[in-house]
């Protein structure tokens, strides 16, 4: 199956681009969300 994959994406090389997108976003949103939750709530940042 993994043959058979990696040999669609070499043909289609742009069936990656959407997917490889979301999960970028993705993990920036939550990386953002992190920092700001924690600027918010961390009372060692409160000076």
């Given at each position: 199956?993994?043959?058979e994959g990696i040999q669609g994406?070499?043909?289609y090389p742009?069936?990656?681009l959407?997917?490889?997108l979301?999960?970028?976003l993705t993990v920036?949103?939550?990386n953002f969300l992190g920092d700001g939750l924690r600027d918010a709530l961390d009372p060692k940042l409160k000076d």
């Open positions: 199956m993994i043959s994406l070499r043909s742009h069936l990656i959407f997917p490889a979301a999960m970028t920036l949103v939550f």
